[in-house]
Antibody, heavy 116, light 108 residues
Framework: EVQLVESGGGLVKPGGSLRLSCAAS????????MNWVRQAPGKGLEWVSS????????YYADSVKGRFTISRDNAKNSLYLQMNSLRAEDTAVYYC?????????WGQGTTVTVSS | DIQMTQSPSSLSASVGDRVTITCQAS??????LNWYQQKPGKAPKLLIY???NLETGVPSRFSGSGSGTDFTFTISSLQPEDIATYYC??????????FGPGTKVDIK
């Protein structure tokens, strides 16, 4: 079964850091670009970051540029999002999603809450 | 940056009704548009890619059309399980993906 499972969310104070992970299974992870997409409470979807299959190309939304770092370990079939200098407006459910003619496989999401 | 708008923002329809949602891009995006369904508390699900192609396993009552700046998503016969929020997404302006604001569909 093709599957993505996120982990690492939690409650963090403003200015703090958190590292999200996304474990992939059921497909050749190293063949696909991957994305992080977030959804603030009661709001729509916001693309956060993308990484190409070999990590050659990495992109960020302006809202997180300079604070978030996406990475992947193809040997471990895992995607990561290092989030630093967190702000209240980063509070959201964070999804990882496979890039294939659209984002065709999504994880269940992990919740990040930034609050003092 | 490309902006995406959707209308209506919400709608109520009866089971069996034909439902149409429109999505407009602020500039020509060719057919680089996808449609997603998101049920409450769940992750989004890809329904339509490249404006009009049905993702594998998606019921044929869902369809998409359009190119350039104007796109349409249609549910030919609304079913109770279609209650969800629907989002369009452009990917013409890679590497930036932009989602529309969403259209919430419920049963009248």
């Amino acid at each position: 079964e093709v599957q993505l499972v996120e982990s690492g969310g939690g409650l963090v104070k403003p200015g703090g850091s958190l590292r999200l992970s996304c474990a992939a299974s059921g497909f050749t992870f190293s063949s696909y670009s991957m994305n992080w997409v977030r959804q603030a409470p009661g709001k729509g979807l916001e693309w956060v970051s993308s990484i190409s299959s070999s990590s050659s190309y990495i992109y960020y939304a302006d809202s997180v540029k300079g604070r978030f770092t996406i990475s992947r370990d193809n040997a471990k079939n895992s995607l990561y999002l290092q989030m630093n200098s967190l702000r209240a407006e980063d509070t959201a459910v964070y999804y990882c999603a496979r890039d294939n003619r659209g984002m065709d496989v999504w994880g269940q999401g992990t919740t990040v809450t930034v609050s003092s | 940056d490309i902006q995406m708008t959707q209308s209506p923002s919400s709608l109520s329809a009866s089971v069996g009704d034909r439902v149409t949602i429109t999505c407009q891009a602020s500039q020509d995006i060719s057919n680089y548009l996808n449609w997603y369904q998101q049920k409450p508390g769940k992750a989004p699900k890809l329904l339509i890619y490249d404006a009009s192609n049905l993702e594998t396993g998606v019921p044929s009552r869902f369809s998409g059309s359009g190119s350039g700046t104007d796109f349409t998503f249609t549910i030919s016969s609304l079913q109770p399980e279609d209650i969800a929020t629907y989002y369009c997404q452009q990917y013409d302006n890679l590497p930036i993906f932009t989602f529309g604001p969403g259209t919430k569909v419920d049963i009248k």
